[in-house]
């Protein structure tokens, strides 16, 4: 079946615009977990959608928000981009739990110029 | 204050010898840990998991070993392939919460 799909896998944005990135699930998977991926920071929480709903959010600002649809596709959106907000952005899905790991989509590199 | 460390950014064995990776967490509310592996231009890839009621899960040349006194967690690979070469993610969560991951352990393994 196929795989977490995350369009588009690159995007260059100038700082102040904003930006919608986009992550289609596995079929089946009703979570989805969006994570920030910096150099040297590891893989930053960012939120988790279940069945439509934010079930989790992590410490980022106001500008950072997402949704999910009840076809379980989530998006993700950034306001007022900042240089620092350049990133890999990864989107992640699972059945509803995830004791067997989430299935993690390629990423969207966004650079903010 | 991260809750989840990889306190080894890097990791080099010969082939065939084991790898250990190793990883500390903070929150003794953590009831699962997995590590995930990743290879550039990929996501992170789903390798194993435990549970904080075992100490110990094994999948093939996989192991992972919990000692939740310490809370340390580490990952075993026996032997060691060069295909092994990746990074590692420790990552630890609770219950319908999102997972904390560590800044990841980048292991090569020598031919």
């Known amino acids: 079946k196929a795989g977490v799909t995350q369009t588009p896998r690159y995007l260059i944005k100038t700082r102040g615009q904003q930006v919608t990135l986009s992550c289609s699930p596995i079929?089946?998977?009703?979570?989805v977990s969006w994570y920030q991926q910096t150099p040297g920071q590891g893989l930053q929480f960012l939120f988790e959608?279940?069945?439509?709903?934010?079930?989790n959010k992590g410490n980022f600002p106001g500008r950072f928000s997402g949704r999910q649809f009840s076809n379980s596709r989530s998006e993700m959106n950034v306001s007022t981009l900042e240089l620092g907000d350049s990133a890999l952005y990864l989107c992640?899905?699972?059945?509803?739990?995830?004791?067997?790991?989430?299935?993690f989509g390629s990423g969207t590199r966004l650079t903010v110029v | 204050d991260q809750q989840v460390k990889q306190n080894s950014p890097s990791l080099s064995v010969q082939e065939g010898r084991i790898s250990i990776l190793n990883c500390d967490y903070t929150?003794?509310?953590?009831?699962?840990f997995l590590w995930y592996k990743k290879y550039p231009a990929e996501g992170p890839t789903f390798l194993i998991s435990?549970?904080?009621?075992?100490d110990k899960n094994e999948d093939g040349r996989f192991t992972v070993f919990l000692n939740k006194s310490a809370k340390h967690l580490s990952l075993h690979i026996v032997p060691s392939q060069p295909g092994d070469s990746a990074v590692y993610f420790c990552?630890?969560?609770?219950?319908?919460?999102?997972?904390?991951f560590g800044d990841g352990t980048t292991l090569t393994v020598k031919p």
């Open positions: 992640a899905s699972s059945t509803w739990r995830s004791y067997y790991g989430y299935t």
């Open positions: 079929s089946g998977h009703r979570s």
């Open positions: 959608y279940f069945s439509e709903t934010q079930r």
């Open positions: 929150n003794s509310m953590f009831d699962y």
């Open positions: 435990i549970s904080s009621i075992k």
């Open positions: 990552a630890a969560s609770v219950t319908n919460a999102g997972e904390a």
